[in-house]
């Protein structure tokens, strides 16, 4: 089992910015990916980015630019940093890990209104 807790959601205005953290504890493998998905009121849960453990990065296009996923793998901890929030950022996120399966956090919600 892994279990993953996030963290750093809440109400943010547009333009501003919030970080995510997401600890991972348990039976960890390594290499490993893990990633941040999200999910908004009446649509699909899409993705938003992923980081494996040599820090190769991959971005869904509408947050190119605006958000930056980093880790540590020593603490098992991946991290979301965005910016210039925009209210179709609104989702709860999810944080992802895939190593021998793959595991979901409990999300966190992400609210970008003025």
């Known amino acids: 089992q892994v279990q993953l807790v996030e963290s750093g959601g809440g109400l943010v205005q547009p333009g501003g910015s919030l970080r995510l953290s997401c600890a991972a504890s348990g039976s960890i493998v390594s290499p490993n990916v893990m990633g941040w998905y999200r999910q908004a009121p009446g649509e699909e849960r899409e993705f938003v980015a992923n980081?494996?453990?040599?820090?190769?990065?991959a971005y869904a296009d509408s947050v190119k630019g605006r958000f930056t996923i980093s880790r540590d793998n020593a603490k098992n901890t991946v991290y979301l940093q965005m910016n210039n929030l925009k209210p179709e950022d609104t989702a709860v996120y999810y944080c992802r890990y895939y190593g021998a399966k793959i595991y979901w956090g409990q999300g966190t919600q992400v609210t970008v209104a003025s």
């Open positions: 980081i494996n453990s040599g820090a190769l990065t």
